[in-house]
């Protein structure tokens, strides 16, 4: 079966540098839902969308966005990049119900 | 204090032992919980979830919610090896923020043959 498709998997970064990470949900699934996980943290909830409209937020940053396209993927854009962005980004995808599919998360390192 | 509360471990136990893992939560609001099980470097995976009060078994795993003490517990029947993993309680509270999860710290299991 399909699953959610995350690239880059890993990505190194700069501080003050930019990253963009991209979210491929799995077919027919409608929100797409983004997570940070530091090391040895559980994931925090940073924002999510349904229907290509943001539907709730978390503690996302303000130096992040992000943005759910026409064919349901998703982009979270990180600007003036800090050492503690540094964590996994998960990206999970839905169909309206509480199950929510993770893909296999982009590792970002800022140094 | 975190709104779900969840014993780091690590727990370590052998092949065959039943397993019972453990999760406070502090938010009355919250109306649906899950499991999830990640393995190292991979995203998490949706085990089973339950709505409100109640039991849910899914072959070896059961999972139990007590709402009016605000505990949630995941029992692992005839623990295997592939069972060593995170495995991380979640909650959702559904209403206008249906979606939202919030995870426990997750506790590390190892089963040893």
């Known amino acids: 079966a399909a699953g959610v498709i995350q690239s880059p998997r890993h990505l190194i970064k700069e501080k003050r540098e930019t990253a963009t990470l991209k979210c491929y949900p799995i077919?027919?699934?409608?929100?797409v839902y983004w997570y940070q996980q530091g090391p040895g943290q559980d994931p925090q909830f940073l924002i999510s969308f349904y229907e290509k409209m943001q539907s709730d937020k978390g503690s996302i940053p303000d130096r992040f966005s992000a943005q759910q396209f026409s064919d349901y993927h998703s982009e979270l854009n990180m600007s003036s990049l800090e050492l503690g962005d540094s964590a996994l980004y998960f990206c999970a995808s839905g169909s309206g119900g509480v199950e929510q599919y993770f893909g296999p998360g982009t590792r970002l390192t800022v140094t | 204090q975190k709104e779900v509360e969840q014993d780091p471990g690590p727990l370590s136990v052998p092949e065959g032992a039943i397993v019972s893992l453990n999760c406070t939560y502090s938010n009355s609001a919250f109306q649906y919980f899950m499991w999830y099980r990640q393995y190292s470097r991979k995203g998490p995976e949706l085990l089973m979830y339950t709505y409100s009060s109640g039991n849910k078994e899914d072959g070896r795993f059961t999972a139990q919610v007590d709402k009016s003490s605000k505990y949630i517990s995941l029992f692992i029947r005839d623990s295997q090896p592939s069972d060593s993993a995170t495995y991380l309680c979640?909650?959702?509270?559904?209403?206008?923020?249906?979606?939202?999860?919030?995870f426990g710290q997750g506790t590390i299991l190892t089963v040893h043959p």
């Open positions: 077919p027919r699934h409608d929100t």
């Open positions: 979640a909650t959702d509270a559904g209403g206008t923020s249906y979606g939202k999860l919030t």
